[in-house]
């Protein structure tokens, strides 16, 4: 067959003018969700199965016919594991997408990059993730969990099984360190006392000399605020010093990079958590949860705690948009203000209006042969850290991350 | 006394990770002038080839660690060598550059084959107790092999005839390709064994550490301020920095904590270097092995 020049014209014409009529169509009457996670690079495990969370709630909200009768078209980006790409997909979001409503963001230097440049834009903001607390602004909303509200149990229940002296082994970093204020401050609470907190680079994998002195200092439990792949290690090396029967540990944690199913049964067993999420919990909606994920992407083993929050935050904000009848972004933040709350993976979700963050269900978590078994539920704890802090409706012009006092 | 004890064997834990981990860039930089920035991913690589030998095909674990590792990264090293490195010998900055995207390549496929996060085997060696103390069994594992993995150099450097081509290869290639021995195959082979020993290091390392893909970090600037401190001695270099890094760090440890720790061996390793920027061996033990 020979096409002649004519013949290629007309083809190609008709061609550009069934590709372009749809996305003019689409483009009109889509509301646009931005996702920015570091679904490439180091962070890959905790990005990847989040941006699943995203397609996953956005799909299912498209499946019931949409927000406000339009379908919600994602918006993906990924920033590979690198701070500077933030900014400069935030930009690009802000200005020549122009989304309704930004999701995403992982470590707390990724979040710091973007929410000022999402405020300035009149952009709202979820950041889903386990994080240390004290954002106060009012374009942001923090759906991950605080460390009061893990330690606020994690620490009174180990006190209550093992004993008194607590012995902390914490990343040395903004979180580490504020959680570590946060496990002496209610040790002190539940009659307690932390003998020694010791604090390790993010690169330490040698736990040798450590091992020893906590021997020394003989504590009744070991908590740990450790976090990434070097810091597995000190599970490795304190099983194989035979120190798992002598010492119990608890941590905040293990199990948000899904650390559990890589240690051994014999390194990981009888480690206490405290989290929101557990595939293991058998309430209607977190069934309906795992079921509609496994459907979707074939098996839940990589589901973790911030995946759960960034269902739970996509979710929400729905929530928030279909109350407030518009995508006006004010009124959408005083709809979500007003306590909205919605029921999922990690049980009931409940915005707290004057710090932007939620009020949920905490379980307290053994893990058990490489599965996360729920020990004891604890229902709605608020972001009590926080909530020292920071009014938004006192102060609704705050942009600060407080430093909590304790 | 019992801590003593404890904080001797800590001692001598930190020497072997840091022989161990060494060795390998000891044989391809001290004896070759190499610089291999790919050096942490030939330990992960025999990391990964003892993971998977003992997890997936289920071969024995001692086996897997000292055989199956070194082999492996030993043929690797061949294949980066014949394709790679050979075409850059003696020119520094150029093989600094050709192994540095060597290990970014590696890192890639680390990721695409075995995932993002980190994996790794049980220690097959329980913990023994010392007083008050318990400690973990499998660390005597590990300095028994730093001993062994010292001991091999020597004896193949210092008592085979293919050592002391090897030497006198890396002395004056010139003259021994006037002797009648193919230079280029020497390269080759010293590079495998180089390799062979990064990868017995991360088959070792590996219950103790769990291997992920870019943990490669965790090693390779250690291994080279270890190298380099040493000197131009492969044997005596290595094992007057190990020693001289293990004591510092860990007596450091010990008295702080692991910050002040890594921070203590990093300024032992300046001090050492402004005062003998030939390394220990250039000054103490010239012309030994």
């Known amino acids: 067959m020979t096409i002649n020049r004519r013949q290629f014209v007309q083809g190609a014409t008709a061609a550009g003018a069934l590709a372009t009529v749809p996305s003019v169509a689409m483009g009109a009457d889509t509301i646009k969700f931005g996702s920015i996670l570091d679904t490439s690079g180091i962070f890959e495990a905790y990005g990847k199965p989040m941006e699943k969370a995203h397609i996953l709630a956005l799909e299912e909200i498209n499946a019931a016919g949409g927000l406000l009768g339009r379908k919600v078209e994602m918006i993906p980006y990924d920033t590979q594991s690198n701070m500077a790409l933030y900014t400069q997909y935030a930009r690009r979001m802000t200005r020549r997408d122009k989304v309704d409503v930004v999701h995403g963001g992982i470590l707390s ?56 002296k607590i012995y902390v082994l914490a990343a040395d970093y903004n979180y580490g360190q ?128 911030i995946a759960a929050s960034s269902y739970d935050g996509v979710r929400l904000w729905a929530e928030g948009v279909k109350k407030a009848g518009t995508l006006d972004r004010m009124k959408v933040i005083e709809a979500l203000e007003s306590g909205i709350s919605y029921t999922g993976p990690t049980g009931k979700v409940t915005i707290d209006g004057k710090t932007h963050h939620v009020t949920h269900d905490m379980h307290l978590i053994e893990v058990k042969n490489q599965t996360l078994t729920i020990a004891k539920s604890y229902s709605q704890i608020p972001p009590s850290d926080t909530q020292r802090v920071c009014n938004l409706e006192k102060n609704p012009n705050d942009t600060k991350q407080y430093e909590i006092k304790i | 006394m019992d801590l003593a004890a404890v904080v001797v064997y800590e001692i001598l834990y930190t020497i072997a990770f840091l022989a161990l981990i060494s060795a390998g860039l000891a044989v391809v930089f001290g004896m070759m002038r190499v610089v291999n920035l790919a050096h942490g991913e030939f330990v992960l690589l025999g990391g990964y080839a003892a993971i998977v030998s003992h997890n997936t095909l289920g071969i024995n674990i001692f086996v897997s660690m000292l055989v ?66 318990s400690l973990s069994g499998y660390t005597v594992f590990i300095i028994a092999s730093a001993i062994g993995v010292v001991l091999l150099i020597f004896g193949v450097l210092k008592y085979t005839r293919a050592g002391l081509i090897a030497r006198g290869a890396m002395q004056s290639a010139d003259m021994a390709n006037a ?54 001695s492969v044997v005596s270099g290595l094992i007057a920095s190990s020693g001289f890094f293990g004591i510092v760090s860990q007596a450091v440890t010990f008295a702080t904590n692991s910050v002040i720790g890594e921070i203590g061996l990093l300024v032992a390793a300046v001090i050492l270097l402004r005062l003998l920027p030939t390394g220990i061996s250039g000054r103490f033990f010239r012309d030994r092995l």
């Open chain 2, 68 to 133: 199956v590792a070194p082999l492996a990264v030993a043929v690797f090293g061949v294949v980066a060598e014949r394709l790679i490195i050979r075409f850059l010998y003696g020119r520094l900055i150029n093989t600094m550059l050709a192994t540095w995207g060597l290990s970014l390549a590696m890192i890639g496929a680390f990721t695409l084959i075995f995932g993002p996060t980190t994996t790794s085997i049980k220690a097959p060696i329980g913990g023994f107790a010392v007083g008050d103390y």
């Open chain 1, 178 to 305: 504020i959680t570590t204020n946060w496990i002496k401050f209610y040790a002190k609470k539940a009659g307690g006392e932390v003998i020694q907190a010791d604090y390790f680079p993010l690169n330490v994998s040698d736990f040798g000399s450590t091992i020893a002195k906590i021997q020394k200092a003989k504590p009744d439990m070991i908590c740990a605020v450790l976090v990434g792949a070097a810091h597995l290690s000190f599970y490795r090396q304190w099983a194989a010093a035979g120190m798992k029967k002598k010492i119990p540990i608890a941590t905040t944690t293990m199990s948000s990079g899904n650390e559990h199913k890589i240690l051994t049964p014999s390194e990981g067993d009888g480690i206490i958590v405290c989290q929101s999420f557990s595939p293991q919990a058998d309430f209607p909606s977190n069934k309906r949860f795992l079921a509609a994920w496994k459907k979707r992407f074939g098996h839940t083993n990589d589901i973790h705690e």
């Open chain 1, 109 to 164: 230097a990724s979040r710091e990059a973007i929410r000022p440049s999402l405020r300035k834009a009149k952009t709202l903001y979820f950041y889903n993730t386990t994080y240390e607390g004290g954002v106060c602004d009012r374009n942001v909303f923090c759906v991950g969990t605080t460390p009061a509200q893990q330690s606020a149990i994690l620490v009174p229940e180990a006190i209550k099984r093992w004993g008194k």
């Open chain 2, 179 to 232: 002797f009648g021995y193919d230079t280029s195959k020497v390269y080759m082979v010293t590079f495998a064994a180089g390799s062979a020993l990064s990868g017995l290091a991360g088959g070792v390392l590996a219950p103790l550490v769990g291997i992920g893909p870019t943990a490669g970090l965790l090693y390779i600037a250690k291994a080279f301020i270890t190298v380099i401190s040493g000197g131009a």
